[in-house]
């Protein structure tokens, strides 16, 4: 039986589909994403459609968690472009609400996670991860999945949905999903439109810096020195600007207190190109 998607803009209508998908026991699963969508959304729409019967997907540009001097406005959107490709990847239900719709006043109600928002992109970006975790919360009020599918790409984000999750008792299973890479490293991106050929080529130096630091870990080489070599190495290229380069535990995202093997780590890299700012890291472990 060939299924056709249907889009869907309100939260009533939403709620009408999901009424009936319960009523027939559907799993549902949900795929939170901005749009543009590229093979990393692509992706959790697969792993989604590996264990749900209905996949949700949303598009929706989350005014909330954009600071007053970030990409909200200039945010790439293609919304004709990302229905066909959420048609033939396989999603059931796509969600584009306006903002209106997800916020017809201003909203005084504001999900909030502690610690783990605390360090790499919670400390550039004050407030990013409530406007995540109410947005999150609000899509999942609405959808009532059973599964929610998140890239590691932003692993934060999975670190604050699965604190939230367990902390508010949701019965949602967080589903992290492996980054998806263009064929040269870079990591997938909505936000790689914006690069210049130049900043592009250059770019290349936070997947680079990545695979060498676990070389590095192979070799032994001290979380300390390998912080230090990354760093030098984002530095030789003349348009990369660190926002930062960390070494935490993971998932804790707690500051390592004494080196040990087999302790699980993160290596996490924000940098700007120009005006364009970009994420990469490796979850590993010490050897
Ligand atoms: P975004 O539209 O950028 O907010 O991303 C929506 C979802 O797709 C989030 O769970 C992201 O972590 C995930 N995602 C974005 N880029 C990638 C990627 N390169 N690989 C895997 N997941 C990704």
């Given at each position: 039986m060939i299924k056709t998607m249907e889009q869907i803009t309100t939260i009533a209508e939403m709620r009408i589909h999901i009424k009936e998908a319960k009523r027939q026991g559907q799993r549902i699963g949900i795929v939170p994403t901005m749009g543009f969508l590229h093979e990393g959304h692509i992706s959790l729409v697969k792993a989604a459609r590996e264990i749900c019967d209905l996949v949700v997907m949303s598009i929706f540009v989350n005014p909330?968690?954009?600071?007053?001097?970030?990409?909200f406005e200039r945010y790439p959107r293609n919304i004709e472009r990302d229905t066909e490709l959420a048609s033939e990847a396989g999603v059931d239900l796509l969600f584009t609400p306006d903002v209106s719709e997800m916020?017809?006043?201003?909203?005084?109600t504001t999900v909030s996670v502690a610690n783990v928002t605390a360090p790499l992109c919670g400390a550039s970006r004050p407030g990013h991860f409530d406007g995540v975790a109410t947005v999150v919360t609000k899509l999942f009020q609405i959808v009532q999945p059973d599964y929610a599918f998140f890239g590691q790409k932003d692993a934060q984000q999975v670190a604050v949905i699965t604190q939230m999750v367990a902390d508010l008792s949701m019965p949602i299973q967080i589903v992290p999903c492996p980054i998806i890479r263009e064929a040269d490293g870079l990591a997938m991106s909505?936000?790689?439109?914006?690069?210049s050929p130049e900043e592009r080529q250059q770019a290349l130096v936070l997947s680079a810096s990545l695979r060498q630091a676990n070389e590095w870990l192979d070799e032994g080489i001290t979380l300390g020195e390998i912080k230090e070599r990354v760093v030098q190495k984002i530095n030789e290229m003349p348009l990369a600007k660190i926002d930062y380069v960390e070494v935490l535990g993971?998932?804790?995202l707690e500051p390592i207190e004494k080196e040990a093997a087999g302790q699980g780590i993160i290596i996490a890299l924000a940098v700007y190109f120009g005006k364009t700012r970009l994420i990469d890291n490796l979850i590993t472990q010490i050897r």
């Open positions: 909330l968690q954009f600071g007053p001097n970030e990409d916020y017809p006043r201003p909203i005084l909505s936000r790689n439109v914006y690069l993971f998932p804790d």
